[in-house]
């Protein structure tokens, strides 16, 4: 059972674009919503994350939205740069539970010249 | 990486034989986890541990056992390897109070099982 929904599995965007990705979770407990980039051959690092609370986050170019009555979330890379092409996860953890992280099955990122 | 590091970071053994991963912490966080990477299932929990001594399976843990016998180490084993363990393993620390849930990965360990 996939808890954690994330589209589209891959993405090309035209640097200078708006990267958009989506996930939708099922399990209304969670309360801690990461985003995990990672680049080939290394460990997902967290890049931003976001709780229930509020509906937006930014932090530079980076900019989470959240909706809790639709159980979606949302990451938005404005001005999209080469360097951002990577691997993007969303995650999910009920941070009452040991933090267990459940994750989206990934989004590859490519941002063209 | 946050001072994890995991070894060996490749290993290619045969079916059958017993595979031991290894997470080294130095930030003496107290949750550890070890998850698999596959294609088009993003990363799943085997297993994690809250304490020393103290471990409970995650999503994947047939087939994988852990141990924690001090705070800085995570061993993962595979008491018999099979070709669908063929993966790529990350170990991850948190400090898990709510206002520190951020996880931090290791560089992983590609494992092939043949």
């Known amino acids: 059972q996939q808890q954690v929904k994330q589209s589209p599995q891959s993405l090309i965007v035209q640097k200078g674009g708006i990267s958009i990705i989506n996930c939708a979770y099922e399990n209304t407990a969670f309360d801690y919503f990461p985003w995990y980039q990672q680049f080939p051959g290394k460990g997902p690092a967290l890049l931003i994350a976001?709780?229930?609370?509020?509906s937006e986050k930014k932090e530079g170019r980076f900019t989470i939205s959240f909706n809790k009555s639709a159980k979606q979330f949302s990451l938005h890379i404005m001005d999209s740069q080469p360097g951002d092409s990577a691997t993007y996860f969303c995650a999910a953890s009920n941070t009452g539970t040991a933090s267990k992280l459940t994750f989206g099955t990934g989004t590859r990122l490519q941002v063209t010249l | 990486d946050a001072g994890i590091t995991q070894s060996p970071r490749h290993k290619v053994t045969e079916t059958g034989t017993p595979v031991t991963l290894r997470c080294h912490q130095t930030?003496?966080?107290?949750?550890m986890y070890w998850y698999r990477q596959d294609p088009g299932h993003g990363l799943r929990l085997i297993h994690y541990?809250?304490?020393?001594?103290?471990?409970d399976k995650g999503e994947v843990s047939d087939g994988y056992s852990v141990s924690r016998s001090k705070t800085e180490d995570f061993l993962l084993t595979l008491e018999s390897a099979t070709s669908s363990q063929t993966s790529v393993y990350f170990c991850?620390?948190?400090?898990?109070?709510?206002?520190?849930?951020?996880?931090?990965f290791g560089p992983g360990t590609r494992l092939t099982v043949l």
């Open positions: 541990s809250y304490g020393v001594k103290d471990t």
């Open positions: 991850a620390i948190s400090e898990g109070r709510n206002s520190k849930s951020e996880q931090f």
């Open positions: 930030e003496n966080h107290r949750y």
């Open positions: 976001i709780r229930p609370d509020v």
